[in-house]
Every structure is written in structure tokens, then in C-alpha cells.
């Protein structure tokens, strides 16, 4: 049988053309056959493939992710953007990345989705999903959403906005970290509520447990209506009257790590965090903290 891998690439960059380029070189010499995802390409579109390679930044990863959701192939992905938070390998380690993907020499790290559900006034129902958030804003710029905010099925609060980000613990470095969120490692089970730019005493960035129901409904009065936007990628449109909920989906997005480093590292690594001076552990007995650590 042929072995495919799916190859996802920001075709519009120079250096994408040529990663891309060395990637598929990289495939070929392995016996992997590369499948170059059109700009379009729906699930429905590609064929069966074992593997998958990304070449961009994280916003091509999210796309990547819309082609491989609820299937068994890790996304492997290179870092040609800024941050690149989800990106495992950098520009100058393509060649030893995609060699080590396809002899099997990685580890999968599955990360946690969002069920979006949209329900308006008249009964209709639409859905989406979200692998780092799904933010409600408001359509008029000018105008502010008038929110209630629900846990569980209980109300918790109502207040105006500019909108309400719902988060993975992934996408806690994303738009949630830039509206004032905490940063939440990875292996936390649970949802992450930030309000934008809110009118009301309490408002706060909220973490919830993974078998949460958060709920938000756009009131009758408020002055604006809104739109769910998952991943900047997917919209709902969310009129007057209408209810958001979102729950943990048991859907992941599997990512291939080919590295044991930890979440601290990363974010060290990518936020370039001032590390110097460290000591590590204490030292015991006068021993060096090298010794302690064996």
C-alpha cells in the first residue's frame, strides 16, 4: 500500500515555496508520497493519508487541523510564521523533522476541541468547533453586545461587551492570552471564559472544568448583534435572542512532538522569556545541583 501524507503550506511566502519544496524532497526519499492540499480543500476533496505536514505559521496548523479532525494522522508542524505556538521544528530543521515522521520517530500529543452550537429565536440550530477558541463579538463596531453569561445551566451574570472569548487550554496563548487570560498548560483539562472589554465589576477570565456547559446568550436589548468566530476561521452568525453554548468535544486535533521538552520551555522558547540568572535546584550537603539531580 502506498503511504500518502498530507502536506498544508502558506503558499503565498517565498520561503514556504522553497520549504515546501525540500519537504516533499524529503517525503519522496522516504517513499512517501506528498498530497499538496489546494487553497480550498475540504475533507471531502483528498485522499487517505497516513501522515501530516505543515509548513507555515499557526494560523496554517489551524487550517491543517480543519483537514484532519476526527481522523488518526498527527500534524507535524514547521514554524515559518512569527510565534508559531503549535509548530514543533523550526525553518533550518525541516530535513531531520519530515525523516523522523516517517520513519515513526515521534510521539502524538492530543489536544482538546471545542463543540460550538448556535441556537436563535425561530429553533435554528448551526455548529462549529474550535481547537484554540471561539469568540463572540459584536457585528457593529460602534455598538456594544449585551451578554448573560451561564455555567451549568445556571446564570452567573449579564453585562455589556465587545465580546466573550471561549478557549482550549491550546488557545490560551492565543487571542484569550491577548485579551488579558491566563496561560493554561496543556494537559489541563478545562475551558477558559474572557470577557472583551467589559462593562462590570465582575467580568474576570474564568476557568472552568472539562465537563462544563458555558453558556451565552445575546439579550433581546442588546444594542448589537453577534458572530462566533472559530479559530478566525469558521463563522456563526449569533442574532438578538440567540444562545451560545459550547462544551469540551471528544474530538482531539493529534499533533506529532519530536521532543519530550516541556510546556515551560516552549513558552520561554516563543515568547523569549528572561531566563538568565537561574539556578536550578538548591544544592544539598554541598553538593552541586547536577549531583542532586541523579
Known sequence: MTRRALVVTHRGREEAVAATKEAVEELEAAGVEPFLAPEDATREDMPAFELGIVLGGDGTILRAAELTRGTSVPLLGVNLGHVGFLAEAERDDIGDAVRRLTSGDYTVEER??????VLTPEGEVSTGWALNEAALEKVDRSRMLEVMLEVDGHPLSSFGCDGVVAATATGSTAHAFSAGGPVVWPDVDGMILVPLSAHALFARPLVVGPRSRLALEVLDRSPAAGIVTCDGRRRLEVPRGARVEV??????????RLTPAPFTTRLVHKFGLPVEGWRGRPRRNGGSATEDAR
Open 247 to 256: 462544551t469540551r468535544s471528544d474530538v482531539p486535533v493529534r499533533l506529532a
Open 112 to 117: 482538546g476541541t471545542l463543540d460550538v452550537r
